[in-house]
């Protein structure tokens, strides 16, 4: 009797698991062969879209600046004059909003283009040129101080030489190119300028239509979301994107206020200090600062070393003046203006910096932090719910001093004394204390 084949649905899902999983294991492949294709693809995507980029990057950063003239000053003043019409009051509020936001943008794109870098230039030009003479009365000032003690007297004049050839190596070979470059291209070359003038002014106009339009942005990317995943992932990704974002353009524009108001400090003291090449070091001080942490170190060094050439008693006082202006900062205006933004310990922000330095350099160490916030603060929230589902506590307060949870009954059992490096006894069951449950 001949057998009649039956038709099983699970070997058709074999079959599309196995074509899929070759399928995949092909185009991976492809993909690493043509690596460098894609790569080059996606670079010249980018370099085309380039002044969209850069407007949706200027819009993220001159938000929080619309945003405070809108509510603060634009809305109150529209909503006098269009008291009859709340909507023309709104559109008032905005246009205005938006206009003197990128005014102030381009005001500061202004003065760092045809005020400090110049005079960045012609100082730096000048430490050049004059270095010989920088260390040669820095020589003379070792040998004059330290003749009584010969061996530290050899040891120094052998680092300030190596110092010399090293610095002048480097300004000679790297910054000074860089910033004849830069002045050069801005101040001289056609082309340059014409293409930064360009992605400037696209930029500019790509970031008014996303400001004066960011509720109709908004509705339609949450539009597209929502119809494209589930309810409860669409609210789990918003809720991430909002934090993510709350973290990244508190830290950024905090970081770039703080630093900017130290660059100024910086250079108000040391005009009345009368220390030489005050705007560099006042720059080099600023910029630093934006790295958390390693920052006021970055920039105390080169700046010291630069002054120190110059005048070493105008050195010392230096230092003492950084130290000092650090602490302000550390302890007064940096927490008066970013606050708490990163919510975690000293080590993690150490962690963070250094482990994004060597990943991606600069921006690494800028942007290591918030990066590292966000994807600690996930960390937390998946254990945490774990432990919720759990019925276990989930406070990280809750397992100080805990040996361990019963099996048995959940409850929580404490060592004998929290201070014992060593084996402890655990308290007895009448000690017992017992785990949260929500």
């Known amino acids: 009797m001949k057998r009649v084949f039956k038709w099983d649905k699970k070997y058709l899902y074999w079959g599309i698991t196995g074509f899929s999983v070759v399928a995949c294991a092909i185009l991976f492949y492809m993909a690493l062969n043509y690596i460098g294709l894609l790569t080059d693809g996606i670079g010249a995507v980018i370099k085309i879209l380039s002044p969209f980029v850069w407007g949706l990057v200027i819009s993220w950063i001159i938000f929080p600046m619309m945003r405070s003239f809108e509510d603060n000053l634009f809305m109150p003043l529209g909503e006098r004059i269009h008291k009859k ?38 100082s730096i030009e000048t430490i050049v040129r004059s270095s010989d003479g920088y260390i040669s009365s820095l020589t003379t000032w070792i040998e004059t101080v330290l003749i009584d003690y010969p061996e530290i007297e050899s040891y120094l004049l052998s680092a300030v030489g190596t110092l010399n050839t090293g610095l002048i190596e480097w300004l000679q070979t790297t910054i000074l190119p860089e910033l004849g470059n830069l002045v050069t291209n801005v101040t001289a070359g056609v082309y340059y300028v014409l293409m930064g003038v360009y992605n400037l002014l696209i930029g500019i106009i790509v970031s008014i239509y996303v400001l004066g339009n960011l509720e109709t942005f908004r509705a339609n990317a ?25 973290t990244f353009i508190g830290f ?55 002054i120190l050439m110059v ?51 600069f921006w690494g160490m800028l942007l290591g932090v918030p990066v590292f916030v966000v994807i600690y603060t996930l960390i937390n929230l998946s254990i945490e719910k774990n432990l919720r589902e759990k019925d276990l506590p989930f406070e990280t307060s809750d397992y100080i001093g805990m040996d361990y949870i019963d099996p048995v009954s959940r409850e929580i059992v404490k060592v004998k004394s929290e201070d ?10 009448a000690d017992a204390v017992p785990a949260k449950s929500e």
């Open 311 to 361: 005048s070493p008693l105008k050195a010392l006082i230096f230092v003492v003046f950084i130290i000092i202006l650090q602490q302000v900062d550390g302890n007064i205006i940096g927490p008066k203006i970013l606050g708490s933004t990163t919510g975690i310990n000293g080590f993690w922000v150490m962690f963070s910096i250094i482990l994004g330095a060597g990943l991606f350099g």
């Open 222 to 246: 949450k539009r597209m979301l929502y119809s494209a995943v589930s309810v409860d992932n669409a609210k789990r990704f918003l809720d991430g994107l909002k934090f993510t974002n709350r």
């Open 85 to 122: 019409n709340p909507q023309t009051a709104k559109k008032f509020a905005r246009s205005f909003a938006v206009l003197l936001s990128e005014l102030v943008f381009l005001a500061a794109i202004a003065a760092l283009v045809y005020l400090i870098l110049p005079q960045l230039y012609q």
């Open 420 to 429: 014992s490096l060593g084996d402890t006894e655990p308290l007895p069951a």
């Open 252 to 306: 950024l524009n905090g970081k770039l206020l703080d630093s900017a108001i130290i660059g100024l400090i910086c250079y108000v003291c040391c005009s009345l200090l009368k220390m030489p090449y005050a705007l560099l070091v006042s720059v080099i001080v600023g910029v630093t600062n934006i790295i958390p942490f390693f920052g006021p170190f970055i920039g105390a060094i080169p700046s010291g070393i630069i």
